[in-house]
């Protein structure tokens, strides 16, 4: 299921997770017994589905994205995979439905949407997890591009991972760090 998934992205151009985050993800659910996830955005659910798969039978995933084509892929394979009914998706733009979010106390918020809104992503979800719950972001090396040094030809996003990479790190209420997983991965729990 998560070949045929990871294919299908592939195949349609569809930017999804490298396997090896995938991997990551749900090691990180199963240690937690993660219950209680936010994804903010969804694509074609390749990354929701590792997470879907590793969680608790009770467990719950919230995952947002407004393109609904997308998540219609998406809600096929976790339909198949058993695990529609573990997953809400919310079709709308994440800036739209996180300052009213009504969940808090979540383990883990995983981030993998708009680069240009990481920022924002970031300081309205830390407030949504418990303490100790995780905040893990994808793309954080950008393909290297992040961690060199600025040039007249970055790309607005390569601008936005790299100032969102000092915000993440710096975060007054993480202890944060970037490992070389995939294109890069942040991982931060909340202390405070």
Known sequence: MLLELEQLGQHDGIPIVSRETGRLLSTLVHAM???????????????????ALAQPPAGRIWTIDPDRERTAIALDFLRRAGKKDAVEIINAPALDVLPTFPQHNLDIVFIDALKPEYERYLELSVPLLKRSGLVIVDNLLWGGRAASE??????????AIRAFNRTFLQHPQLDATIVAVGDGTGIGARTS
């Open 33 to 51: 017994q993660a219950n209680r996830i936010l994804e903010i955005g969804t694509a074609y659910g390749y990354s929701t589905l590792w997470m």
């Open 150 to 159: 600025p040039s007249a030809a970055d790309t607005e996003e390569t601008k």
